[in-house]
């Protein structure tokens, strides 16, 4: 999963970043308003974390923006004030959660996991399709309740592909969820994961559409 943190503060913004990158996150940082309006107006983000006090352009203009501009992504305000109304405010101007610092990182990722599941349509923290179960808490994948053990990287895949079921999923999604901007990307680095991923699980389950990209069907109720 691809995010965007924004936040002005260096310890905070640090901490976070480390805390994400152990959950298996790809995570981009920007610290200064304007930037970052631009980096979720032109760039692909499964989420965005967002401070309200910034340098250049405060939280709500940006988020306000972006929802102006039709970006869908979920988004978590971050911020040190406590006022329930600037609370109410940021809900209605498009956020859909809200954690006031100082905060536990457990709860940050908790609430990150919880906003991602929801914009994918799904509510319990443990998905499951057929005989592939992926716990987003544990970040762990099953196949009939057999542990499968992956890498970061080929559990970013199946965790997105996984919170989409039902969409065909393109390549260039995918390297845009899978693989931070400055990493080298080979052509043909996704098709490779994928076939990994398809060995490791044992299973048919995810699917190649020819000159579209790939998903992991959703079985018929």
């Given at each position: 999963m691809h995010?965007?943190?924004?936040?002005?503060?260096?310890?905070?913004?640090?901490?976070?970043?480390?805390?994400?990158?152990?959950?298996?996150?790809?995570?981009?940082?920007?610290?200064?308003?304007?930037?970052?309006?631009?980096?979720?107006?032109?760039?692909?983000?499964?989420?965005?974390?967002?401070?309200?006090?910034?340098?250049?352009?405060?939280?709500?203009?940006?988020?306000?923006?972006?929802?102006?501009?039709?970006?869908?992504?979920?988004?978590?305000?971050?911020?040190?004030r406590g006022n329930w109304n600037e609370r109410v405010e940021g809900i209605d101007a498009g956020a859909d959660d809200y954690l006031p610092k100082p905060f536990?990182?457990?709860?940050?990722?908790?609430r990150l996991r919880a906003i991602l599941r929801r914009s994918a349509g799904q509510a319990t923290p443990v998905i499951t399709i057929g005989p592939l179960s992926l716990d987003t808490r544990q970040m762990r994948v099953s196949v009939n309740d057999v542990p499968v053990h992956l890498s970061p990287q080929e559990y970013r895949l199946v965790h997105y592909l996984i919170l989409h079921a039902g969409r065909v999923v393109s390549q260039l999604e995918l390297t845009e969820q899978l693989y931070a901007r400055d990493f080298e990307r080979d052509s043909n680095a996704v098709e490779v994961l994928i076939g990994r991923v398809r060995k490791k699980l044992g299973i048919d389950l995810i699917q190649t559409r020819r000159g579209f990209g790939y998903v992991i069907e959703t079985p018929e109720p």
């Open positions: 995010i965007l943190l924004v936040e002005d503060d260096n310890q905070t913004a640090a901490a976070v970043l480390a805390s994400l990158a152990s959950a298996g996150y790809v995570v981009d940082h920007e610290s200064e308003g304007e930037k970052a309006w631009f980096r979720g107006d032109t760039e692909s983000y499964a989420a965005v974390i967002l401070d309200l006090g910034l340098p250049g352009m405060d939280g709500l203009s940006i988020l306000r923006k972006w929802r102006q501009a039709g970006q869908t992504f979920p988004v978590l305000i971050l911020t040190a536990q990182m457990q709860e940050l990722q908790a």
